[in-house]
Structures are given as structure tokens and as C-alpha cells.
């Protein structure tokens, strides 16, 4: 069996790792200031020529990654949950599923979309690359570059929590042709007030999902499972009120208390569901019941934004948020 050359080392200095960055991040910055015309001359500069890469016998594109910089942004699993996409995705996984996220499963393209993670069409998801205009301002006196956290990427995540700002999605778009899309933070183009954001009121309820979303990875990696605990909270009361069958299925909403259950979520939904990766999320009653049953049933699949929407709801109905 023929085995794939192994790569050569990418010439001249590698950045580091500026604190809380993405890697999507790290190599927009190397492209920004190599001045490449191209984003894909650097996709090349750190992952090798496509022809080079040779992605066979179990090779990944994180693989070639290491050749090319001898390990010295660290482990290819160290990088993937922390410093892409996955670290939210994480704790939303099943644990058949946790073990099967390698960087195998996942092609160059998948994984080189920004902000760079996990394949996006099998979770249902758009990434808004976004980012914080204090942060960019207070990056210019400190690292003396500006760069995308990633925990403004999370879904759900629209405020900065470091700077109660909003988050800006960036208006510098990729020409048509162009494969690859590598830009750094700059305050021009973080230029449109996202709309769910201009109320005072909606803001600082997205300032509370987002704190939410961020103390879900933070409990995950701390070896909790924040989102079954919840799920089994909302079930055991849910249970105790004989509000669920003998299959852990939601009774129907013209049962009393499961309607008056039903109509709080259905109420919830609004505040949330302009924000892109909620706008699926219709608010109608039928819809909202099938969201709550399926969401107390552990074998019925939720994609990641449905499953946080609703986890958020059961927390935010316990504090009063």
C-alpha cells in the first residue's frame, strides 16, 4: 500500500494563539498579513497543495495541518475543541455521538467554512461570522491585531459578555468566485445593528441567552452535562404532574396543564426566533407542543439550535429570566 508523502513544514514564522481565538481566525490574520490575493494561496500555505494532501488511509485534513506547522499549534484534538466550532457542539452531542467527532469525519471544505467547524448542513445552522467593536478597538493597544473570539461564533451568542455590546455581523462578503473567505475584525464593516438587538429590553435578554450558552460549554468541559440534567429536571416534573404518556411523550395541548405548558413556550419563542439561526422556529401552539414532547423524549432527535432554544426556555422559566 502506498502511503502519502508526508508534507513539508510551512517556510517562515507561525502566529500563536491570541487568547479565546478560533483557528478560523488565527489563519485570517496569517493571510491578512502575508498579503495574499487569494485566501486560497493560504489555505494551501497551511494544509499543503490539494494535490499534496493526499486524504487517504485515514489522512485528514487536520493531519496535513500538523505537518505543515510540526505540531506547534498543538494537538489536532486540543484544536478542535477549543479553538473551533465544536467546542460549542459538544455537550448537544449523545455520547455515541461525542466519540464518533474526529477530524476523519469531516472533508477540507466542511471544516475550512468560517468560522470553521463541524459540517454544517447535518445541524441545521447558519454562521454569521461576528464580531464585537470594543473588542477590535481594544485589540489595537494590546495585540496590535484585531481577531474573531470564538465564543462570539455560538450560536445563540449575540453580545459581547466581556463588553455588554452588541455582536456586529461582519459586511465583508466573499466574491462569488472566491472558494475561501478570509477576513480580519475591522470596525467598518461591523457596521448594521443586528434588529433583534435595538430594543433595550430584547438586548438584555439576548445578553442572558448568551451567558447561558457560554456557561453550557464552560459546565461541559468541566465534566457536567448541563443539558441532560436540564432535560431530566423539566421530565421529572413533567412526570410527577401526569403530564406525560407510558412512551415519555407530551399528553396532547387540550389537556389543561400541557396546553397551559404548550402556550408559555409557544409565548417564549418570539422573543428569540428573529435571531437567523432561531428563524425556523415558527410560533404556533401545534408547533410548540411537538417542540416540548420531542424535547422530553431523549430518543427523539433535535438539531442543536432546537434543543438550546428549548433548554434556555426550561432555565428561564426557573429564574424568571
Known amino acids: 500500500m502506498k502511503m502519502a508523502t508526508k508534507l513539508p513544514p510551512m517556510p517562515g514564522l507561525l502566529l500563536d494563539w491570541f487568547p479565546g481565538e478560533s483557528l478560523y481566525s488565527l489563519i485570517a490574520r496569517e493571510h491578512s498579513i502575508s498579503g495574499r490575493k487569494k485566501a486560497v494561496a493560504t489555505i494551501n500555505h497551511f494544509f499543503g497543495m490539494a494535490k499534496e494532501r493526499g486524504l487517504k488511509d485515514g489522512r485528514t485534513e487536520m493531519d496535513c495541518l500538523m505537518e505543515r506547522t510540526e505540531g506547534a499549534l498543538g494537538p489536532i484534538d ?10 460549542y457542539y459538544r455537550p448537544f452531542l449523545r455520547q455515541r455521538e461525542r466519540r464518533l467527532v ?13 468560522p470553521l467547524g463541524l459540517h454544517t448542513g447535518r ?12 473588542c ?23 453580545v459581547c459578555l466581556k463588553h455588554d455590546q452588541p455582536l456586529f455581523r461582519t459586511t465583508a462578503l466573499p466574491a462569488a468566485s ?3 473567505h478570509l477576513v480580519t475584525p475591522n470596525v467598518a464593516d461591523l457596521s448594521e445593528m443586528p434588529g433583534h438587538l435595538r430594543d433595550p429590553g430584547r438586548f438584555q435578554k439576548f445578553r442572558c441567552l448568551a451567558e447561558f450558552v457560554v456557561s453550557i460549554t464552560t459546565q461541559f468541559e ?10 431530566k429536571r423539566f421530565y421529572t416534573f413533567a412526570d410527577s404532574s401526569g403530564l406525560v404518556t407510558g412512551t415519555s411523550k407530551l399528553r396532547g395541548y387540550h389537556h389543561s396543564k400541557v396546553g397551559a405548558i404548550s402556550r408559555r413556550f409557544e409565548h417564549f419563542m418570539p422573543t428569540f426566533n428573529d435571531a437567523p439561526e432561531f428563524g425556523a422556529m415558527f410560533p404556533t401552539l401545534h408547533i410548540a407542543h411537538n417542540y416540548v414532547s420531542r424535547y422530553l423524549n431523549a430518543e427523539s432527535r433535535l438539531y442543536p439550535n432546537e434543543h438550546l432554544f428549548l433548554a434556555a426556555w426550561v432555565e428561564f422559566e426557573r429564574i424568571g429570566a
Not at 454569521?128 to 467593536?133: H, Q, S, T, V, Y
Open 102 to 114: 474526529h477530524p476523519g469525519k469531516f472533508g477540507g471544505v466542511d471544516m475550512l467554512k468560517f
Open 78 to 87: 486540543k484544536i478542535l475543541k477549543e479553538r473551533t466550532i465544536l467546542r
Open 222 to 231: 468541566a465534566g457536567l452535562d448541563p443539558m441532560e440534567d436540564i432535560r
Open 136 to 158: 477590535v478597538e481594544e485589540d489595537r493597544t494590546t495585540t496590535g491585531m484585531p481577531y474573531w473570539r470564538l465564543e462570539h461564533q455560538y450560536p445563540g451568542v449575540w
Open 178 to 180: 472566491d472558494r475561501f
Open 123 to 134: 445541524y441545521l445552522m447558519l454562521y454569521p461570522l461576528k464580531g464585537c467593536r470594543a
